[in-house]
Structures are given as structure tokens and as C-alpha cells.
């Protein structure tokens, strides 16, 4: 086992044992689930446009050469620049280049977990940039030196009370403030720095191949604002987040909208294709778009698996989780925490070192069904595993322990063959330790059915 791996259970048993968190999270999402629920029942034919969806995303994978070009083309025709970037340190470098450029010293950052996955923030202020996040969690996360708990919302693992204390400690409000008064107070802080700020940074929710245009959705308007003042804004985005046409946000926003916090729709949608243009009164000088590969066309390159790519970072799998629930989103020690995180990380970091997330999950399929594009989770995470085992990631004796029980599973004699007592001897033995140390073993009867029912036969004879 890898020192990832072991670093994940020492987490996972920790958050899974802590009472306070548990208690935060299920109210959290608690209400999540409520306000989804009711959205949901609001949409006709569900099921429907959940097939419609998974089409299109289909569709988009299986001619990503074709679409990424397209949206290329007409973004440029718009005065916007296009940035290919294989990897974390490309992409970084390139936004340096561009900041370095215009003398840039200060960023406002809206939410992105793209960036989050390229640590941009520490990455910019590494090289003397302040990089300032300007959505409300992702702010709060921030001021506290931690990463994003969840997707869609940031600081879900904080309560109100957590926050009062931490603007108190920072600010000086008032330690039993409203979290209205704590974010009017956040508003107060961040007005100025969109107004002093060089650059806006994004990243964004789709791309449109037909228009060269990027969509993107947020509540709080910080984005609008990030890509308003700024003489400069830099996009970020992963090579997946294409859709072919204008038309087709007409099921993706609402679809978004409703899985992750019940809306019908985001507050505010917008769609940029390019830089201010001459009769145009506000927007950046110049824009640029970060087109980020970072692991993607491994995942793209395996046929079965490739699915993962057709999330649109709704959150919905990790709120119905029961793994996320009780360990949290830290404990994963990945951007994309949860279910989708479990299935696309190996591929995207590394097979060898994460590989243990695909284990993280007791199989129950409830990711797979709320799914707004109707991936298949939990498939992929079975075949993560047999990829795990046919590339010799995993230990011998464990190669060797599931060898043994295939072969005794598909043989009714040899099952038999050995008493209940043989078999209880070599549960305590072997798994007690490594699956049992918090779960009460379970007792095999004395003897097997078949025994029974053949001792029972020859009685009655």
C-alpha cells in the first residue's frame, strides 16, 4: 500500500469517527437534498433528458478533435487567444507569461476547481502575484489556508458558527454575527479588489464549439464582476467542458442547476466570446482561454472509462454518497473529491497512487442514479479496480487471497470441503486486521447449506 493510501484511511477513519463533523455535513447536505428533490419533481420526463444529455456528451467525446478546433477558430475570430496546455506546470507558466506581460500584480480569482486542480494560487503567489478568490466559500476556505470541501460548495464542512469566528479573528465582527452580516461584511472586502484588480481569472462551465464562446454559472455574480473590470481575463478550462451548439445549454443549465442546489436555474448565466470590442463599453482588453489536457486523454484513451469525462461538476454523486458523508471531501487528498473524483483521479494523477479511492465505495449505485448525464459511477469504479489488478498495482498476498476465494466460490466441493470452524479460523486470521478491526466479523454456520440438505434428504430416506 502506497503512503497515499494509508494516509487516506488514517483520514478516513478520523473524519468518520468525528461526531461534529458528521453532524455539520448531514445537516448541510440534508438541506441540499430537500431543496433538489423539490426541484426535480418540478421537470417533466426526467429520465429523459438525462439520456439526451448523456448523447450529447457522447457525442462531444467521441469527436473532441473535431469540436475543440471549431470553438478555436470562432473564438479567435472574436479577438479571444487560445492556450493548449498538456499539464498543471504549461498551463501555470503560460498564465505567468501573460501577467508577467502586463506588469499584472494583483488577481481576482471566481470559483474553478480547474484552477484548484493546477494550484494557481500558490503557484501566482509563489511568484509575487496576489491571487484574491472572490466567491464567498471558496474565500472563506482560502482565509482559513485549506482547500475546497466539496464541487459546489466550498465550505460545506464549516458551520455558521465556524465562520462568525473566523471573520471575528480576521475582522473584527462581531463573534455572533448573521451569516447575512458576514457576507455583506465579505461584499464590503471584495469591492474594491475587482476595481484594483489587473487580471480576472474563471474558469467555465461549458464551452460552445459553434459560437467560440464560454458559458458559465455562479449565484453570488462574482464571476461577472472578475471578467467585467479587469483589463485582462484568463479562462481555465478542462478540454471536456466542450458542448456543441448555443442551443444545447437550453437542457444543460437547468439540468446543472436543479442537481446541484435545486434551482431551476443558476442566478446568473453568462456567456463571453472574446474581449471588448470597439462598440462595446465594458469587458477585458484582452482574453484568453487556457485550453487544460492534465491527465484527460488518459481517461479519453480507455474506452469503457472514458464516461467520467462527461460530468459537468454538478455534485449531486457526492451528496448522495454515503462514503463522502461520513469522511468528507479532505479526506480524499484530490481536487475532485467524492464519487467522480474516485473514478477519474487515477487515470488524470496516476493509477498507482489513487488507485484506493475506487475502493472507497460501498457499491450502493446511488451516484449512478442521480447523475444528470447518466454515467455509469459505479461500473467504472469496478473496472478501475480490474485494471488496478491486471496492471499488478496491488499486493501479491492480495492477488494471491482473491485467486484462492474465485477459485473456492466457483467450486460448490471445494466450499464444502472445509468445516465452518476451518472457515471462521481463517476470517479472524486473515481479514480481521486489514477489513475487520472496526466491524464485528460474521460467524459461518458449522456446516453448509448443501450439507444440511443432503444430511436432512438421508434422514427423511
Given at each position: 500500500?502506497?503512503?497515499?493510501?494509508?494516509?487516506?484511511?488514517?483520514?478516513?477513519?478520523?473524519?468518520?469517527?468525528?461526531?461534529?463533523?458528521?453532524?455539520?455535513?448531514?445537516?448541510?447536505?440534508g438541506k441540499y437534498?430537500?431543496?433538489?428533490?423539490?426541484?426535480?419533481?418540478?421537470?417533466?420526463?426526467?429520465?429523459?433528458?438525462?439520456?439526451?444529455?448523456?448523447?450529447?456528451?457522447?457525442?462531444?467525446?467521441?469527436?473532441?478533435?473535431?469540436?475543440?478546433?471549431?470553438?478555436?477558430?470562432?473564438?479567435?475570430?472574436?479577438?479571444?487567444?487560445?492556450?493548449?496546455?498538456?499539464?498543471?506546470?504549461?498551463?501555470?507558466?503560460?498564465?505567468?507569461?501573460?501577467?508577467?506581460?502586463?506588469?499584472?500584480?494583483?488577481?481576482?480569482?471566481?470559483?474553478?476547481?480547474?484552477?484548484?486542480?493546477?494550484?494557481l494560487n500558490e503557484?501566482?503567489?509563489?511568484?509575487?502575484?496576489?491571487?484574491?478568490?472572490?466567491?464567498?466559500?471558496?474565500?472563506?476556505?482560502?482565509?482559513?489556508?485549506?482547500?475546497?470541501?466539496?464541487?459546489?460548495?466550498?465550505?460545506?464542512?464549516?458551520?455558521?458558527?465556524?465562520?462568525?469566528?473566523?471573520?471575528?479573528?480576521?475582522?473584527?465582527?462581531?463573534?455572533?454575527?448573521?451569516?447575512?452580516?458576514?457576507?455583506?461584511?465579505?461584499?464590503?472586502?471584495?469591492?474594491?479588489?475587482?476595481?484594483?484588480?489587473?487580471?480576472?481569472?474563471?474558469?467555465?462551465?461549458?464551452?460552445?464549439?459553434?459560437?467560440?464562446?464560454?458559458?458559465?454559472?455562479?449565484?453570488?455574480?462574482?464571476?461577472?464582476?472578475?471578467?467585467?473590470?479587469?483589463?485582462?481575463?484568463?479562462?481555465?478550462?478542462?478540454?471536456?467542458?466542450?458542448?456543441?451548439?448555443?442551443?444545447?445549454?437550453?437542457?444543460?443549465?437547468?439540468?446543472?442547476?436543479?442537481?446541484?442546489?435545486?434551482?431551476?436555474?443558476?442566478?446568473?448565466?453568462?456567456?463571453?466570446?472574446?474581449?471588448?470590442?470597439?462598440?462595446?463599453?465594458?469587458?477585458?482588453?484582452?482574453?484568453?482561454?487556457?485550453?487544460?489536457?492534465?491527465?484527460?486523454?488518459?481517461?479519453?484513451?480507455?474506452?469503457?472509462?472514458?464516461?467520467?469525462?462527461?460530468?459537468?461538476?454538478?455534485?449531486?454523486?457526492?451528496?448522495?454518497?454515503?462514503?463522502?458523508?461520513?469522511?468528507?471531501g479532505h479526506t480524499?487528498?484530490?481536487?475532485?473529491?467524492?464519487?467522480?473524483?474516485?473514478?477519474?483521479?487515477?487515470?488524470?494523477?496516476?493509477?498507482?497512487?489513487?488507485?484506493?479511492?475506487?475502493?472507497?465505495?460501498?457499491?450502493?449505485?446511488?451516484?449512478?442514479?442521480?447523475?444528470?448525464?447518466?454515467?455509469?459511477?459505479?461500473?467504472?469504479?469496478?473496472?478501475?479496480?480490474?485494471?488496478?489488478?491486471?496492471?499488478?498495482?496491488?499486493?501479491?498476498?492480495?492477488?494471491?487471497?482473491?485467486?484462492?476465494?474465485?477459485?473456492?466460490?466457483?467450486?460448490?466441493?471445494?466450499?464444502?470441503?472445509?468445516?465452518?470452524?476451518?472457515?471462521?479460523?481463517?476470517?479472524?486470521?486473515?481479514?480481521?486486521?486489514?477489513?475487520?478491526?472496526?466491524?464485528?466479523?460474521?460467524?459461518?454456520?458449522?456446516?453448509?447449506?448443501?450439507?444440511?440438505?443432503?444430511?436432512?434428504?438421508?434422514?427423511?430416506?
Open positions: 500500500m502506497g503512503v497515499i493510501a494509508e494516509e487516506f484511511l488514517v483520514a478516513a477513519e478520523d473524519k468518520a469517527f468525528d461526531v461534529d463533523h458528521r453532524r455539520i455535513i448531514n445537516y448541510n447536505i437534498d430537500a431543496a433538489v428533490a423539490r426541484g426535480l419533481a418540478r421537470m417533466i420526463n426526467l429520465d429523459n433528458a438525462k439520456r439526451k444529455g448523456h448523447v450529447i456528451k457522447w457525442k462531444v467525446m467521441e469527436n473532441l478533435d473535431k469540436f475543440l478546433p471549431e470553438f478555436e477558430a470562432n473564438f479567435q475570430k472574436r479577438g479571444g487567444k487560445v492556450i493548449w496546455a498538456n499539464d498543471a506546470e504549461e498551463a501555470n507558466r503560460e498564465i505567468l507569461n501573460i501577467l508577467n506581460r502586463a506588469g499584472v500584480k494583483t488577481v481576482v480569482k471566481s470559483k474553478s476547481m480547474v484552477t484548484e486542480e493546477i494550484h503557484f501566482l503567489e509563489s511568484n509575487h502575484i496576489e491571487s484574491l478568490e472572490t466567491d464567498l466559500g471558496e474565500y472563506i476556505v482560502q482565509l482559513l489556508g485549506q482547500k475546497p470541501y466539496h464541487i459546489v460548495t466550498p465550505a460545506m464542512h464549516l458551520s455558521k458558527e465556524d465562520i462568525a469566528k473566523l471573520f471575528n479573528e480576521r475582522f473584527g465582527t462581531p463573534i455572533d454575527a448573521t451569516p447575512e452580516q458576514l457576507t455583506q461584511k465579505a461584499r464590503e472586502l471584495l469591492r474594491d479588489k475587482y476595481v484594483q484588480a489587473d487580471a480576472g481569472i474563471t474558469g467555465a462551465n461549458f464551452l460552445i464549439a459553434d459560437t467560440g464562446s464560454i458559458a458559465i454559472s455562479e449565484n453570488e455574480g462574482n464571476a461577472r464582476l472578475s471578467t467585467s473590470f479587469p483589463k485582462i481575463h484568463i479562462t481555465v478550462v478542462g478540454i471536456e467542458k466542450i458542448i456543441p451548439s448555443l442551443t444545447d445549454l437550453d437542457l444543460f443549465w437547468p439540468m446543472l442547476a436543479t442537481h446541484g442546489t435545486g434551482q431551476n436555474l443558476t442566478v446568473y448565466n453568462t456567456i463571453l466570446s472574446g474581449p471588448r470590442q470597439a462598440n462595446e463599453t465594458d469587458g477585458p482588453e484582452e482574453m484568453y482561454v487556457i485550453l487544460l489536457d492534465n491527465g484527460r486523454t488518459n481517461l479519453l484513451a480507455q474506452k469503457e472509462q472514458r464516461q467520467g469525462l462527461y460530468c459537468i461538476r454538478c455534485g449531486a454523486c457526492l451528496n448522495a454518497c454515503p462514503v463522502y458523508k461520513n469522511i468528507g480524499y487528498n484530490t481536487e475532485y473529491s467524492g464519487p467522480i473524483g474516485s473514478i477519474i483521479t487515477p487515470h488524470m494523477r496516476g493509477m498507482e497512487d489513487f488507485k484506493h479511492l475506487s475502493y472507497a465505495s460501498s457499491l450502493c449505485g446511488k451516484c449512478t442514479e442521480v447523475c444528470p448525464v447518466k454515467i455509469d459511477i459505479h461500473k467504472m469504479l469496478l473496472l478501475n479496480r480490474r485494471d488496478a489488478v491486471k496492471d499488478e498495482l496491488v499486493a501479491k498476498k492480495e492477488q494471491w487471497g482473491w485467486a484462492i476465494w474465485r477459485k473456492g466460490m466457483l467450486n460448490r466441493k471445494l466450499m464444502d470441503y472445509f468445516s465452518g470452524k476451518t472457515k471462521n479460523f481463517f476470517l479472524k486470521t486473515l481479514f480481521k486486521r486489514t477489513w475487520g478491526h472496526l466491524r464485528e466479523m460474521p460467524t459461518v454456520a458449522e456446516k453448509s447449506f448443501a450439507k444440511q440438505w443432503q444430511e436432512k434428504n438421508q434422514g427423511e430416506q
